[in-house]
């Protein structure tokens, strides 16, 4: 019975090299400069940096930037609030968003079933979500739907088996 698997990941080497590239950036822009802005990237966030709120906006942008030239969906950072921090610096954390938690993969269940496509099942795995239908073309079919509708995720879409 064909089948594929749903997952959501990040590739942490972009977005380390998309950090990198950031950082590289505001250290040589002129609108940077005496503002003490940074980057730092830890297993599973991104902590930005900055004299004022608007500074951390043109930081947020130039990390936004930076990772869609690296082909790394905005969809997998999540923001929290701005903070203030000592020395009347602003700070915002950043998750990275990586895996299928199990409320979305309820949600991506209930979509596959409400598209009614005869013959295709889908199953939680762990972070990831395995659907299985009876013709290639009604894969595809389920493929193509959940690429149109917005999950708040990065999906990709692999192990694709006959």
Do not use: W
Request: net charge neutral; with cysteine; aromatic share 4%.
């Amino acid at each position: 019975m064909p089948s594929f698997d749903i997952t959501s990941e990040v590739d942490h080497q972009e977005i380390r090299n998309a950090v990198d590239q950031a950082m590289r950036e505001i250290v040589n822009r002129f609108d940077f400069k005496n503002t003490n802005s940074t980057i730092e990237l830890d297993e599973s966030t991104i902590t930005l940096r900055s004299a004022s709120t608007d500074r951390l906006g043109a930081v947020r942008q130039v990390l936004e930037e930076k990772m869609v030239k690296r082909q790394v969906s905005l969809k997998a950072l999540s923001y929290d609030k701005v903070e203030e921090a000592s020395g009347s610096t602003a700070r915002q954390v950043v998750n990275l968003v990586a895996g299928i938690s199990s409320d979305k993969a309820r949600q991506l269940n209930k979509f596959i079933k409400e598209l009614g496509i005869k013959g295709s099942q889908s199953q939680t795995q762990g972070e990831q979500v395995r659907v299985t239908a009876k013709k290639r073309d009604d894969l595809q079919a389920v493929i193509a739907a959940c690429k149109e509708h917005d999950f708040e995720i990065p999906l990709q879409f692999g192990n694709f088996r006959d």
